[in-house]
Nanobody
């Protein structure tokens, strides 16, 4: 049974930083592309960042490029998202997810089959 558990969210002032973690279990972590998505109230789930199974390749949404960094520690089965220079528009519930095998470094939410419950990030102005 695959489980993804996010942590690290909270309330922060604009310009501040947070580091999200996603603890994974139930599958061979290093075999899978993983990503962070976010969902603000009344909006669709939005791609944030993606990382290859080895960690060698990453991709980012334009809105977070240069401010957020995705990484992973396969020995600890943990995915991370370092968020710097946070803005009020970054406020959302952040979810980690694992991609189906063979979909590559995909940003399409439909290519992800397991999701965590999410962690709330709130950025005040």
């Amino acid at each position: 049974q695959v489980q993804l558990v996010e942590s690290g969210g909270g309330l922060v002032q604009a310009g501040g930083s947070l580091r999200l973690s996603c603890a994974a279990s139930g599958r061979t972590f290093s075999n899978y592309v993983m990503a962070w998505f976010r969902q603000a109230p009344g909006k669709e789930r939005q791609f944030v960042a993606v990382i290859a199974g080895s960690g060698a390749r990453t991709g980012y949404a334009d809105s977070v490029k240069g401010r957020f960094t995705i990484s992973r520690d396969n020995a600890k089965n943990t995915l991370y998202l370092q968020m710097n220079s946070l803005k009020p528009e970054d406020t959302a519930i952040y979810h980690c997810a694992t991609a189906r095998l063979g979909t590559g470094l995909t940003t399409n939410v439909r290519n992800y089959d397991y999701w965590g419950q999410g962690t709330q990030v709130t950025v005040s102005s």
